[in-house]
């Protein structure tokens, strides 16, 4: 199956209903787009999980080493990582009791789309989660 993102409609909805973004890769550097990004999504009311094995603290929030040590409840898990990390990742976010898999713009993995899918995830690829609410929710 070709990777196909949800409708805007299903994506729009994701926004709305989550309220927790764990964000796998996010870096402590201001400079980065995973710090800006995620910066922008915490003051539109999210809560920003960092999860990055190399950060003890991001935006104000503990870093964990993996998805695996993050106990409390993830919406939506944002990926910062190149394509070809997005299966082992795929992996540890079936552990989780998250619902969609978040992929930034210019991140695709075929293998990880296909078995997000087969455990019922709403899978976004190659998309930035930043622009996709401004143009979907707005401010």
């Known amino acids: ?18 309220k927790t973004i764990a964000v796998v ?9 995973s710090y800006q990004v995620s910066r922008v999504m915490q003051e539109a009311g999210y ?11 991001v935006l104000g929030e503990k870093a964990y080493f993996s998805l695996a040590d993050v106990k409390e409840d993830i919406d ?3 990926i910062f990582r ?3 990390f997005l299966p082992k990742i795929a992996r540890e976010a079936a552990e989780t009791n998250a619902f969609v898999f978040w992929a930034q713009q210019g ?3 075929q293998e990880a789309f296909e078995y997000l899918k087969e455990r019922e995830f709403t899978v976004i690829m190659d998309m930035c989660i930043k622009v996709a ?5 707005g401010r």
């Open 1 to 18: 199956m070709a990777i196909e993102n949800p409708a805007k409609e299903t994506i729009k909805n994701v926004l709305q209903n989550a």
């Open 25 to 33: 890769g996010l870096s402590d550097n201001p400079e980065r787009t």
């Open 47 to 57: 809560k920003i999980i960092p999860v990055n094995p190399k950060v003890k603290e």
């Open 76 to 78: 939506i898990i944002n």
């Open 82 to 84: 190149r394509s070809e």
């Open 107 to 109: 991140i695709a993995n």
């Open 133 to 137: 609410h401004s143009v979907l929710i």
